[in-house]
């Protein structure tokens, strides 16, 4: 089915460490997000991607960097993991004019 | 600035009751308004939307109607079912492109039988 897919499901860094998250859509959306989940925050935008090779910041950009080599990849990674970073992170994607948002199943992070 | 706030949880009800999860907003334009819901280890699914001021979204029995005169989009459900526990959020895109998109912050849903 088409959609977005998020890779991996799940991972456990140590503090220092660095990883990438990778996001995956097939509906040749113009637009891409990462958002962080936190409990009683709701949603977060970490940074946001309007079209292949560009990219923006969000509202907590610090700690992550993104890139969008490829129209469909949108890259998030984290340099140097903290334990703040702990969260559950989603990727999600828009089309042109279109409204709402399409979103992946999620990766859950945990920084120890 | 933009912003929406949604009705704090966590709400409890019993299979069949009424469901009303209370969405207001503050935008500078004329925003897109959205009810999202997010399954147990899932992303979140667009549940329904309205784009301009008196329409009425709506999907799997669960209504919103958008009120520019009070600010608000509140998600309505007759009778609720034990499936339809779940995070709820409300949500409103605005800016030229729709670009800048804001969320609530959830409001948790449990149907006890």
């Known amino acids: 089915n088409a959609g977005v897919t998020q890779t991996p499901k799940f991972r456990v860094l140590k503090t220092g460490q660095s990883m990438t998250l990778l996001c995956a859509q097939d509906m040749n959306h113009e637009y891409m997000y990462w958002y962080r989940q936190d409990p009683g925050m709701g949603l977060r935008l970490i940074h946001y991607?309007?079209?292949?090779?560009?990219?923006a910041k969000g509202e907590v950009p610090d700690g992550y960097n993104v890139s969008r080599l490829k129209k469909q990849n949108f890259l998030l990674g984290l340099e140097s993991a903290a334990p703040s970073q702990t969260s559950v992170y989603f990727c999600?994607?828009?089309?042109?004019?279109?409204?709402?948002?399409?979103f992946g199943s999620g990766t859950r992070l945990t920084v120890v | 600035g933009d912003s929406v706030t949604q009705m704090e949880g966590p709400v409890t009800l019993s299979e069949e009751a009424f469901l009303t999860i209370n969405c207001t907003y503050t935008?500078?334009?004329?925003?897109?308004l959205f009810w999202y819901v997010q399954y147990p280890g899932e992303g979140l699914q667009l549940l329904l939307k309205a784009t301009k001021a008196d329409d009425k979204g709506s999907n799997k029995g669960f209504e919103a109607t958008y009120r520019k005169e009070t600010t608000s989009f509140h998600l309505e459900k007759g009778s609720v079912q034990v499936s339809d526990s779940a995070v709820y959020f409300c949500a409103l895109s605005i800016g030229p492109t729709g670009n800048q998109f804001y969320f609530g912050t959830g409001t948790s849903l449990t149907v006890i039988p």
């Open positions: 991607s309007v079209g292949e090779g560009t990219t």
């Open positions: 935008a500078t334009g004329y925003p897109s």
């Open positions: 999600a994607s828009r089309k042109t004019g279109g409204d709402g948002y399409t």
